[in-house]
C-alpha cells in the first residue's frame, strides 16, 4: 500500500471475518451506513462478506482511512474489524496483470488474494506447496499474496486460509479473483 497522501480516490475497503460461516453476522445495509456517517460517498457493498467500495474526497493516508474505519467499526458493531484498503486503481493492475494465467482452471480451482498489511519478516520460500499438492503459494508482493487451491482429496478453503495465517498473520484477508474483478467492475459503472 502506498504511503503517499491522496486527493479525492475511490477504495476497495476488504473486512476481516465478517459473514462467514454464521459468525459476526453484520448485514450490508448497516455496514453501508457505517461507510457513509464517515463522510465518504458513493458507498456500495459487493456480496456479504465485507467488501465495500467508498469514495474520500478528504487528502488522507490510507493507514489514516484504515483506523478511522475500524474505529468506526467497533463502535458501531462492537468488535474489531479488521481492514485492507486498495485503491481501485491498484485492483485493477492486479486483475489486468492476472499472476494465475500459467495456472490450469478447472471447476475445482479456486484463485485467491490475500491482502496483506506488510510483507512478512520471514521468508516463505515460493512457490510453496502443501505435500498433498492441492494448495500452492504462487507469489507475495509488499501488499498482496497469490496463492491456488485445488479442492480435491477433501481440502478445504479454510485448511488454506490456517497456512496463510501462519505465515502471514492474523490481521489479513483472502478474496477470489472473480470478487476483485467484480469490485473494480462495480466502481467503474
Known amino acids: 500500500m502506498k504511503k503517499q497522501v491522496q486527493d479525492s480516490s475511490t477504495y476497495g475497503a476488504f473486512l476481516r471475518g465478517i459473514n462467514v460461516g454464521g459468525n ?6 448497516e455496514l453501508k451506513k457505517a461507510f457513509e456517517e464517515l463522510g465518504f460517498t458513493d458507498v456500495r457493498t459487493l456480496l456479504a462478506s465485507g467488501n465495500v467500495i467508498f469514495t474520500t474526497g478528504k487528502k488522507e493516508k490510507p ?12 463502535k458501531t458493531f462492537g468488535h474489531s474489524i479488521g481492514t485492507q484498503l486498495r485503491t481501485i486503481e491498484s485492483l485493477e493492475i492486479i486483475t489486468k496483470k492476472n499472476p494465475f494465467t500459467e495456472i ?6 479456486r484463485l ?3 491482502f496483506i498489511p506488510e510483507r512478512p519478516k520471514t521468508a516463505l520460500a515460493l512457490p510453496y ?6 494448495y ?41 479473483l ?12
Open 24 to 29: 459476526r453476522i453484520i448485514p450490508m445495509k
Open 104 to 109: 490450469k482452471i478447472t471447476p475445482e480451482t
Open 129 to 134: 506447496q502443501t505435500a498433498e499438492k492441492e
Open 112 to 114: 485467491y488474494v490475500t
Open 136 to 176: 500452492c503459494i504462487l507469489k507475495e508482493t509488499d501488499g498482496e499474496v497469490f496463492s491456488v487451491l485445488t479442492l480435491i482429496h477433501g481440502s478445504r478453503s479454510v485448511d488454506a486460509m490456517n497456512i496463510l495465517g501462519k505465515h502471514y498473520g492474523k490481521n489479513i484477508t483472502t478474496r477470489n
Open 63 to 74: 493507514e489514516a482511512l484504515v483506523k478511522k474505519i475500524e474505529q468506526k467499526l467497533q
Open 178 to 189: 472473480n470478487t476483485l474483478v467484480k469490485m473494480v467492475q462495480a466502481a467503474r459503472k
